[in-house]
C-alpha cells in the first residue's frame, strides 16, 4: 500500500519515522560520547607523560562544557531551523573529534574534548525536543522508550567498544571512529531533517546564562572533585554554585521570557519524574563505570573482559526499552515503575554480595535484572513526566530532564567512584593484613548498599507517582488551520472507476478527490488534472479539457475514452499523497501548496485524514483577516 507523507511543518516531504530515528541516533551518539575516553586515560597519561589526575581533567572539562549548554538548548531550538541547528551541533562534534585526534598534546586534545562537550550539552535536549514534536502522542511512550534505550545502549556500548578499540590500537583511534559515526548522522540528518520546531525567536537574557553557567560549573566542579581534592574548595565551589542557582530562580521568576520557565517544576507529577529519572540514571552510570573498574584492579581482569561483562545486560535493556514504551503507552508508567525500581534495588543488593566471587559469567548474570528495571523505567518515566506538561512547557521540560541527566551522570560517575576508593582506603585501614581484592569488595560492597537506597527512594517515590492520573486531553486553541479547513470531504474508493471520479467531478463541483481503501486510508488523490496527464500521454493533440470538444468527432479517441473511463481509478491517482497537518501553521501550508503547485491537499490529524484545505479558502480568509483590520465587513 503506498505510503502517505504528513509533512509537520516543513516546506518538503519528511518521514515522521525517519527523523526520530535520526534523533535517536543522536541520543546515541551523544551517550556514547559520555565515557568514550574513560578507559584510555591510562594510556593518554602515559603517551604525554602526565598524572592521571590532570588527565581527569578530560572527564571534568567535558561535564561541565556539556552542562552549560544544557540550559540554551531551548533558546537555540525555539531561534534557529532545526535542520541547521542540528547539523551545526553535529559539527561541532566532528570538529572536536579531528582536533582530539591529530592532538600533539594534552592542551589540544582538552580542547578537542571541550568542543565536542559543547555539542553534547546541545544534542540531547535538541533530540528529545524533535522526537517531542514530530512523535503521534499515542505513540509517545514508545518514541520516548526508544530515546531512553539510546541513552542507556550509548555509555555502555562505548565502553566496551573502547576496551576492544585500545586492545588493537592506540587511543587516538577512539576520536577517529567517533569522528566516523559524527560524520554519518551528519549525512543521515541532513538527508532528513527539516524544521519541526515552531520557531518563536525569543530574546535571550545574557544574565541567565551566566548565573546558570555558574550554578552548575559550582555545583558539578565542587561534586567531582570532593573525593581528590581539597574537601574545602569543593565545598566552596558548590556553595558558590548553590548560590547563582538560588539567584537564577528568581530571576527567571521574574522574567516575562525566562531562558527556563521552572513553572514546570510546580507540575508534581514532572517534578517526580525527573527524581525518578536521575534516581535510576545514577545507578546504571555507577555500576557501568564502577563493574569493570573494579573486576580490572582487584582481580586483573583484561579490560575487554571486565567491559564484556555488562554487554548481556545491555543488549537486552536496549531491545526491552521500546517495549516498555509500547506497554506505557496501553497501560501507563505504575506498574513498570515499580517493577523497574524492585528490580533494580534488589539486584544491587545481591551484587554488593556477591562481587567479591570476581566471577565474570556470575556477575553478568546478576547484572540483567538491573539493565532490565533501567529499561522499564528510563523511556516510561521520561513520557510519564512530559506528558503532564502543557505543549508551551515542553521544551523547557526537556532542558530540565536533560540537565537531570547530566547531574545524575555527575554523582554517579564521580561520586560514588569517590565514595568507592574512600570506602577501600577505610576498609584497608580498618584491616591492613587484608589483601587488596578483599577491601576492594568491601569498598565495592559499600558503595552497591548505598546504591540500594538509592532504588529505595525511587521505589517509594513510583509508588507516588501512581496516584497521578493520567490527565484529561488539553484542548488547545485551534489552529487557523483548523478554522477554515473543509471537514465535508467527496472521496473515491480504491476500487471505483475513473468514470465514477469524472460523474463526481461534475456533481460536486469539485476538481480532485482523496481515494481511500476499505479501511478508510487515505491510498491516493485523483484529480482532473490526472486525467489530463494519462490522456495526454496517449494522445499528443489531448493538453487540455478542451480535447473533448475538439476531438468529439474523432472515433479513435472515443475509444480511448470509453476504455479509460472502465480503468479503476486507483490506476491514474497520484500514489504519493501530500498532506498538511491541521496544527500546522497557515504560513507553513501555503508553501506546501506553492511549491507543489498544488490547488489543495489532505489534512490530517494523528495520521487520519480529516479535511481538505484548497486555495480558495486561505484567500478568503485572508481577504476578511485583512477587512477586520481595516474595520470593513467580511464577506
Not at 558 to 585: C, R, W, Y
Amino acid at each position: 500500500m503506498p505510503k502517505i507523507e504528513r509533512i509537520v511543518l516543513s516546506t518538503t516531504l519528511r518521514n515522521p519515522k525517519m527523523i526520530i530515528a535520526v534523533a535517536a541516533f543522536a541520543v546515541f551518539l551523544a551517550t556514547f560520547n559520555e565515557t568514550l575516553l574513560g578507559v584510555a586515560f591510562a594510556p593518554i597519561a602515559a603517551d604525554f607523560e602526565i598524572g592521571i589526575s590532570t588527565v581527569q581533567w578530560l572527564a571534568t572539562a567535558y561535564m561541565l562544557g556539556a552542562a552549560i549548554m544544557v540550559p540554551v538548548a531551548v533558546f537555540l531550538y525555539r531561534s534557529i531551523p532545526t535542520r541547521a541547528l542540528f547539523l551545526a551541533i553535529i559539527a561541532l562534534l566532528l570538529v572536536g573529534s579531528i582536533i582530539g585526534g591529530l592532538a600533539p598534546n594534552f592542551a589540544v586534545l582538552l580542547v578537542g574534548r571541550t568542543i565536542q562537550a559543547l555539542g553534547t550539552g546541545l544534542l540531547i535536549p535538541v533530540a528529545m525536543n524533535i522526537t517531542l514534536d514530530v512523535a503521534p502522542r499515542q505513540k509517545l511512550g514508545a518514541c520516548m522508550g526508544l530515546m531512553g534505550a539510546m541513552t542507556t545502549l550509548g555509555p555502555s556500548i562505548s565502553v566496551i567498544l573502547s576496551g576492544i578499540l585500545l586492545s588493537i590500537t592506540t587511543w587516538h583511534m577512539l576520536l577517529w571512529f567517533f569522528a566516523g559515526l559524527s560524520a554519518l548522522c551528519f549525512a543521515f540528518g541532513a538527508s532528513v531533517l527539516s524544521t519541526v520546531a515552531k520557531l518563536t525567536r525569543p530574546k535571550l537574557d545574557a544574565l541567565s546564562v551566566i548565573l546558570i553557567s555558574l550554578a552548575l560549573i559550582g555545583i558539578f566542579y565542587g561534586l567531582s572533585t570532593i573525593f581528590e581534592g581539597s574537601v574545602v574548595v569543593s565545598l566552596i565551589t558548590m556553595v558558590i554554585g548553590a548560590c547563582a542557582l538560588v539567584c537564577f530562580v528568581v530571576r527567571q521568576n521574574k522574567l516575562e521570557h525566562p531562558l527556563i520557565n521552572l513553572n514546570a517544576l510546580k507540575v508534581g507529577a514532572f517534578t517526580i519524574g525527573v527524581i525518578m529519572n536521575m534516581l535510576a540514571l545514577i545507578i546504571v552510570f555507577a555500576f557501568n563505570i564502577l563493574i569493570p573498574l573494579f573486576l580490572q584492579t582487584s582481580f586483573g581482569a583484561p579490560p575487554l573482559f571486565a567491559a564484556l561483562t555488562l554487554t548481556p545486560a545491555i543488549v537486552l535493556a536496549a531491545v526491552i526499552a521500546p517495549f516498555a514504551g509500547k506497554f506505557y503507552d496501553k497501560h501507563g508508567a505504575k506498574t513498570l515503575l515499580l517493577a523497574g525500581f524492585i528490580l533494580m534495588t534488589a539486584f544491587a543488593l545481591i551484587l554488593s554480595l556477591f562481587i567479591s566471587t570476581g566471577n565474570l559469567v556470575l556477575l553478568a548474570l546478576l547484572y540483567l535484572p538491573v539493565m532490565i528495571g533501567s529499561a522499564l523505567i528510563i523511556g516510561p518515566v521520561q513520557s510519564f513526566a512530559l506528558s503532564r506538561l502543557a505543549p508551551e512547557l515542553n521544551a523547557h521540560g526537556v532542558t530540565i530532564m536533560s540537565t537531570g541527566f547530566q547531574i545524575a551522570g555527575c554523582i554517579g560517575v564521580a561520586v560514588f567512584s569517590g565514595i568507592f576508593t574512600a570506602a577501600t582506603s577505610f576498609m584497608a585501614g580498618m584491616n591492613p593484613g587484608a589483601l587488596p581484592s578483599v577491601t576492594a569488595s568491601q569498598g565495592f560492597s559499600t558503595m552497591s548498599l548505598l546504591l540500594v537506597l538509592v532504588g529505595a527512594v525511587g521505589f517509594v517515590l513510583s509508588l507516588r507517582a501512581g496516584r497521578y492520573k493520567v490527565p484529561a486531553k488539553v484542548h488547545a486553541a485551534p489552529s487557523v488551520l483548523a478554522q477554515i479547513v473543509l471537514h465535508d470531504v467527496y472521496t473515491l474508493k480504491q476500487s471505483d472507476k475513473v468514470f465514477d471520479a469524472l460523474c463526481g467531478f461534475v456533481d460536486k463541483g469539485v476538481s480532485g478527490m482523496p481515494v481511500v481503501s476499505d479501511e478508510g486510508a487515505v491510498v491516493g488523490f485523483v484529480s482532473d488534472g490526472d486525467i489530463m496527464r494519462y490522456l495526454a500521454d496517449q494522445h499528443a493533440a489531448f493538453k487540455s479539457p478542451y480535447a473533448f470538444i475538439i476531438e468529439n468527432d474523432n472515433e479513435k479517441f472515443d475509444e480511448k475514452l470509453a476504455s479509460l473511463v472502465q480503468l479503476p481509478v486507483f490506476e491514474i491517482a497520484t500514489k504519493h499523497v501530500i498532506g498538511v497537518d491541521l496544527n500546522m501553521e497557515l504560513g507553513e501550508v501555503c508553501n506546501i501548496l506553492g511549491e507543489h503547485h498544488l490547488k489543495k491537499a489532505p489534512v490530517f490529524e494523528n495520521g487520519k485524514m480529516v479535511g481538505i484545505i484548497n486555495r480558495s479558502n486561505i484567500t478568503q480568509y485572508s481577504l476578511n483577516t485583512y477587512r477586520e483590520k481595516l474595520g470593513v465587513a467580511t464577506a
